[in-house]
């Protein structure tokens, strides 16, 4: 009886109180293993002693790319864009072909530590490695700032404390198994990350797909036929279509846009450098190969179920709340107002709610973010699935905010301090610089969680424009041309580079005008988050004609270069 | 052959396997998802017009079997040139 008792006591927990329990127990796991991965050695902080299997790799891989935004925003974005979501879905997952095929089994081979080692070795040059390494430190940062939003973000909503302890509690977390256990601390909470976030998103997208088209594979139920009858992608192509939006199957941008950002997120994807760092962690170049196809298919697992939740999210939220009066909303449409994430307002005072294409009688504003975090509310799905999306959030946050902070600490603990400024530290030293600027680096990123710089909005393009007209040409020119030179891949950086930060500015922030010029005004129609696709090939032309008129490369770097060719020693 | 030539003859085939797989990488997302979106859009596989659904998930699952036939070949290539080692 009191068995009974106890039970009942546990299925009647309210969501906070779900939420405490799962977050902490997935935050003791993942203390547990900061303490039982601490390390002594550079090679074991800076890639975890090089001695991770492929699964354990491409599970960490796959946790450390899968970010807050993957997570949180992606369904949301791609419900409100249709057709167009099909950017981020090919853009973020395409990159892991290139990756596989031409970068990670040449850089595992030439075996050191970060990407600013490779160049600058490459290329025979420290202004190599200066430059690799700022354009590594200005891609983490931005990329990091958001990671450490979105913890706060899912703090206040589901343990309703406010964004700023949110962001402390997170970075707390961060530092104790960066700090003490670099790569390899990294590696193993992202493993438990990786399991934690999969799991967290398919129990809500399993649970939906059965309700809405009694088809458990959400992969499956996104082409199947609606409950009600019809398919149900042509019920949403008619809701759409009705409210005044474009058919969801079709494209609102133009396809040459379409085309240049999904290029720019591929290859910039490929040139991440705390992407590519993974690589570097396991024991030979065949589990670099094997590593890039399991971590793609684990990232697989979730991009392929984020389309199908957009289309049953928008679906239902178009049901639930298109032409119904007010006061009849369900209750989570007022938890989620209080948030600021859902908001009405009642342009012809009939007191129902019209949501339309048009503005300016649209009623509705609906935040992307919603359409993860509330989906399981909206589709009255038990408490504990509702905490345990906050738990996924949260692993996909850390896990990425992790992989971004190891980045930038070796950039300065290694690149900067051993290889250039102070080459004569012990091991011993660089190791305690290591952690001190890990813990430096948290500081700054939990200083951007709480004081977001007004562009948030820009930075995600901007890493990936940076990392694809920076990283991407310099490295595949160091290992498919040999001819390639340290005056070529310098001036393609610096030239990519430049030209990305120009556009952006122009065009995304709107600094150089009274004000941000319009789309008609964009080069070849292309926007700034596809520009990364021109820069990119700025990059390699400006390289390549720097590399005709200037001296060839000496014969040691044309052997490194032979030699990561090669597979075996 | 001496090692000078084996190492030539690897990366020649390496690079072969390269360029067809990065060719049908191309195919299905730039070409299925974007370019012929709207003509395949005229075909339906379930309640997918086929397009959208190289955009939106065809391509990725391709992606995957893309990287592991580029493993298979080239752990092949490897043991046959003896740099498995």
Redesign the interface.
Known sequence: MDMINNLNLFMDLNVQEWTYIIVGFTFSIYIAIAIWSRVQTTKDFYVAGAGVSPLANGMATAADWMSAASFISMAGI?SFAG?D??VY??GW??G??LL???LA?YLRKFGKFTVPDFIGDRYYSNAARIVAVICALLVSFTYVAGQMRGVGIVFSRFLEVEINTGVIIGMIIVLFYAVLGGMKGITYTQVAQYCVLIFAFMVPAIFISIQMTGNPIP??G????AIEGG????KLDGLNEQLGFNKY?D?TKP?ID??AI??ALMVGTAGLPHVIIRFFTVKKV?DA??S??IA??LI?VL??TA?AVAVFARTNMIETLSNVEYSKVPSWFKNWETTGLISFDDKNLDGKIQYLADKSSNELIVDRDIMVLANPEIAKLPNWVIALVAAGGLAAALSTAAGLLLVISSSISHDLLKKVIMPSISEKEELIAARLSAFAAVCVAGYFGINPPGFVAATVALAFGLAAASFFPAIILGIFYKKMNKEGAVSGMIAGTLLMLYYMIKYKLGWFDDELPSSDQWWFKISPEGFGTIAMFVNFIVSIIVMKFTAEPPNEIKKIV?RI????E | MNNKEK?IK??KT?IRY?LI??FL?FIV??GA???F?DFL?NFK?????LG??F???G???L??V???I??YL??KL?KKY????
């Open positions: 791609i057709y979501g099909a879905l090919m997952t395409g892991y072909v596989a095929l031409l089994p992969q499956l996104f082409g199947s036929e398919y149900l992608l042509d199957t494209n396809l379409v085309f999904t290029f065949s190969r094997k890039a196809g793609l298919l697989a991009y392929t389309p032979e060719r090669i597979p075996s | 190492e690897y990366w390496n390269v797989l990065l990488w997302s730039f998802g974007i370019i979106k859009n596989i379930g309640g997918f017009k959208f659904w955009a939106q998930q391509s990725i699952f992606f995957v893309i990287i592991f580029y493993v080239m752990n490897d003896g740099y498995d080692k």
